[in-house]
């Protein structure tokens, strides 16, 4: 069993940058590709960004070049800096462990003037 924390949600205004951390405890952090999740109010939930045990990572589209996930191992923690915000990114996002199912409980980030 591995739990999940994100925290680093806020409020921010369109063009700002805020950046969340996800802490993990259980498992074997260093084995597990990771990702961040987005849910939008009446939406379902959409895969942001994930990375591979190795450090890789792939974003979806509408957050490459903005957003830049990143991990520590020897911390158990995965990042995700997120630049240049804009109010469609406003949304509950949460951190998963994939192919495992494990999931945080989300943080708030809401984008607005």
């Known amino acids: 069993q591995v739990q999940l924390m994100e925290s680093g949600g806020g409020l921010v205004q369109p063009g700002g940058s805020l950046g969340l951390s996800c802490t993990a405890s259980?498992?074997?952090?260093?084995?597990?590709?990771l990702a961040w999740y987005r849910q939008r109010t009446g939406k379902r939930r959409t895969v942001v960004a994930r990375?591979?045990?190795?450090?890789?990572?792939e974003y979806e589209d509408s957050v490459e070049g903005r957003f830049t996930i990143s991990r520590d191992n020897d911390k158990n923690m995965m990042y995700l800096q997120m630049n240049n915000l804009t109010p469609e990114d406003t949304a509950v996002y949460f951190c998963?462990?994939?192919?495992?199912?494990?999931w945080g409980q989300g943080t708030q980030v809401t984008v607005s003037a």
């Open positions: 259980g498992g074997d952090f260093k084995l597990y590709t």
């Open positions: 990375i591979a045990p190795g450090g890789d990572s």
């Open positions: 998963k462990v994939e192919f495992y199912g494990f």
